[in-house]
Structures are given as structure tokens and as C-alpha cells.
């Protein structure tokens, strides 16, 4: 059964400490989406990619988030310094026909930045 | 593109039909109209699209009329197990971008 895969599921660190979270769509897939999901501000799109090559960063903040699609069987989203406001459920999503709006999400990477 | 506009929250009990209306008087020509669901501590889950009329699969149904400007899921004889919230969203050949969403909350 085709799933994204992300890891890791729950990362607890302090203020300053870099963060990575990594991706793994599903094989074929030519599109990668981050988003980032609060209580206060729900589902919102940071990053995606068509065919490893970044298409839109605008939700990201720009000095300390980075995407980067290294080969087309991971994505990484980084955080560099981490912040308390950075905590929430990342989810990157996957998929092939995106004028349909069809895409597959991962489980999800619970941050908590103390 | 296009924004979409739905209830916040709608409450219904087991066994009944239940109707979500979401409008997106912008819709371009090419967009298709989608339905999410996500339960807590999980991502999103596609359930249903459509471009005009009517759609029906195993989980919804989604009615469309021929402006277009608004969707409506259909979700049939609801469970417990159907409470979670519902993003309508509008999708063309860019980037995916979800609103608040339905919370529905199905009443034993």
C-alpha cells in the first residue's frame, strides 16, 4: 500500500537547535507539498516542488526555513534557528495530477520547540 | 485562486444524511472542486472531486451546480466515525492552498 512516509513523527528540542523533518512521497509522484498546521492558523502551504524543483517557498520564512528536494525520493524542510512559534504538526503531501487537487498526505511531524 | 467559504461547524446524528455547502464564487475554468477529510492527529485525506454535476463513490457524493460557484458534499447516514473536519478547496494546475474547513461533529 502507497503511502508518504515522514519522519520523524515527534521531535521535542530547544530554541536555536536545528530541525530537519524529512519525506518520502510516493513513488512516482512528480509533486511534493509542505504545509504546516496550528490550532490558530490550520493548514498552511510552505513549499512545494514539481519534479524536484522548487515552484513556491512564499509561506516559508525565508531566514531560517529551507526546502530542498535532493533526489526525488526525499524532501527535507529544516529549520534554522527553531523558535517556540515554529511548534506544530508538519505534513508534507504527494502527488501526480495536481489540476485535480488529489494529493496524499503523511502522518505528520509533531515539533514542540521548548 | 479561488477562495472557498464554508461553515465553521455543523452538528448531526448517527444516521442521518448530512450536507456541507461550500462556495467559491471565483472559480476558474479549469479548477476542479475537492473534498478533504482529517480526523485528529492525522493528515488530510482526499475523499471526493469533481468538475460539474454530480459525483458519487463509496464514501460521498458531491453535487455541483452549472455556475459552479458552489459544491455541496453529501455524506450518507453519518457514524460516529465521521466526525472530523471537511475541507472543500479549489485546485487548478498550482499550488493547493486549504481554508479552515467544516468541523462536524456527529452526536451518538
Known amino acids: 500500500d502507497a503511502r508518504v512516509t515522514q519522519t520523524p513523527r515527534h521531535k521535542v528540542t530547544e530554541m536555536g537547535q536545528e530541525v530537519t523533518m524529512r519525506c518520502q512521497p510516493i513513488?512516482?509522484?512528480?509533486?511534493v507539498f509542505w504545509y504546516r498546521q496550528t490550532m490558530m492558523q490550520g493548514l498552511e502551504l510552505l513549499a512545494y516542488?514539481?519534479?524536484?524543483?522548487?515552484?513556491?517557498d512564499s509561506g516559508m520564512p525565508k531566514d531560517r526555513f529551507s526546502a530542498e528536494m535532493p533526489d526525488a525520493t526525499l524532501a527535507t524542510l529544516k529549520i534554522q534557528p527553531s523558535e517556540p512559534r515554529d511548534s506544530a504538526v508538519y505534513f508534507c503531501a504527494s502527488g501526480l495530477v495536481i489540476g485535480t487537487g488529489e494529493l496524499f498526505f503523511g502522518e505528520g511531524s509533531r515539533l514542540t520547540v521548548l | 485562486l479561488a477562495k472557498t467559504t464554508q461553515p465553521i461547524s455543523m452538528d448531526s446524528y448517527e444516521g442521518q444524511e448530512v450536507n456541507i455547502t461550500c462556495s467559491h464564487n471565483n472559480i476558474a475554468t479549469n479548477d476542479y472542486i475537492t473534498w478533504y477529510q482529517q480526523f485528529p492527529s492525522q493528515g488530510p485525506r482526499f475523499i471526493i472531486q469533481?468538475?460539474?454535476t454530480k459525483v458519487t463513490n463509496e464514501v460521498a457524493s458531491l453535487f455541483i451546480p452549472a455556475d459552479r460557484k458552489s459544491s455541496t458534499l453529501s455524506l450518507p447516514r453519518v457514524s460516529l466515525s465521521d466526525t472530523a473536519v471537511y475541507y472543500c478547496?479549489?485546485?487548478?494546475?498550482?499550488?493547493?492552498?486549504f481554508g479552515k474547513g467544516t468541523r462536524l461533529h456527529i452526536l451518538p
Open positions: 478547496l479549489v485546485a487548478g494546475d498550482d499550488k493547493i492552498i
Open positions: 513513488l512516482g509522484h512528480n509533486t
Open positions: 469533481g468538475y460539474k
Open positions: 516542488f514539481r519534479n524536484r524543483a522548487p515552484l513556491d
